[in-house]
């Protein structure tokens, strides 16, 4: 379909407005996102990426805040969160950890893991978004436990980890 020049004209002056509305933009769009197109913690692989899970928190572990060299503070949390699958490791940072409440699900987009100590570990970088969903409900699984299965590199023509 064809637009008009105005069409596009009133769009872009909708987007150029102000932040705050495409953000809340985006944040519906997040909150719609289905559950079919979500990974299951079982599926995740060692130094994956691109994840999208609905997780529920069951547990909060450590709690630090890290000083840089330049002076900036920053505030890490540990979490244990799981679906349907299995459980693993949730490193939040910074604006992620008010997010994290025993019993909330949320929403993890373009989550990656991570081997750290030879266990596997779930975390959201600067390209992703942690969300909570408030009307949503899920099972949990704890019986499987991700983050406690070690991990070693392996040297083959191409690195990868693998269960021991």
């Known amino acids: 379909a064809l637009f ?10 909708r987007r150029v407005r102000g932040v705050s509305n495409s953000l809340l933009l985006l ?7 289905s559950m079919s197109d979500r ?3 079982s599926n995740l692989q060692p130094e994956g990426s ?8 069951v547990n ?9 060299a330049d002076g900036t ?13 299995a459980s ?20 993890l987009k373009n989550a990656s893991t991570f081997v750290f100590n030879g266990n596997m570990r779930l975390s959201v970088g600067r390209w992703g978004s942690v969300a909570q969903l408030v009307d949503q409900q899920i099972e949990v699984n704890l019986s499987k436990n991700l983050s406690k299965v070690d991990y070693e ?4 023509p191409q690195p990868r980890y693998v269960k021991i």
Do not use: M
């Open 39 to 41: 990974t299951l913690i």
């Open 153 to 156: 590199l392996v040297s083959l």
């Open 88 to 107: 693993i490791c949730f490193i939040a940072k910074n604006e992620q950890v008010p997010l994290l409440q025993v019993g909330s699900v949320l929403s």
């Open 60 to 68: 909060l572990t450590i709690s630090v805040e890290q000083k840089r």
């Open 73 to 85: 503070k920053i505030q890490v949390q540990e979490a244990i969160v799981a679906d349907e699958s």
């Open 4 to 13: 008009c020049s105005t069409e596009i004209k009133q769009w872009y002056q």
């Open 27 to 33: 944040q519906s769009v997040y909150l719609t996102h």
């Open 50 to 57: 691109n994840y999208d899970l609905i997780v529920k928190v």
